[in-house]
């Protein structure tokens, strides 16, 4: 009886434990520039990851893979805000991933991936519209 009873006080200074850790201190992403499947224009870019916490901005990590496929870490901006991971990146247009690992300050390390495209932005002065009637003698 004894026993039985210190078992289930341990149990139950367990599920204490557990519920008292600072589970959401985790960094998660809130928002970010460019967004998940979003896209930004081709040239030089600043990339914004905003989190809901505050982060360890030297253990934290964006990895940016382009269309060459070959993955570089970027610097991380000394003047990110203290829960943000701002970085420059020089853009062509295709398809990239940048993966995000963030450190939060309760020591655990969250990670994502956010897929986005680069486009030319240059709508407007591509190949000229050909005139109506132009090629229609041949
Ligand atoms: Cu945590």
Not at 69 to 84: E, R
Not at 108 to 131: K, L, Y
Request: glycine share 8%.
């Amino acid at each position: 009886m004894t026993r039985r009873c210190l078992l289930l006080v341990a149990v139950a200074a367990g599920v204490v434990m557990g519920m008292a850790a600072p589970a959401s201190a985790h960094a998660i992403l809130t928002t970010s520039t460019p967004k998940p499947d979003g896209t930004l224009v081709a040239g030089h870019q600043t990339l914004r990851f905003d989190y809901n916490s505050r982060i360890d901005h030297r253990r934290s990590r964006l990895t940016l893979t382009g269309p060459s496929g070959k993955p570089v870490v970027l610097p991380i901006l000394p003047a990110s805000a203290a829960n943000a991971l701002d970085a420059e990146a020089d853009l062509v247009p295709g398809s990239y991933t940048i993966r995000w690992q963030a450190l939060a300050l309760d020591g655990h390390i969250t990670r994502g991936d956010v897929p986005f495209t680069v486009n030319s932005g240059s709508t407007r002065s591509g190949a000229p519209a050909a005139h109506p009637g132009a090629s229609a003698s041949r």
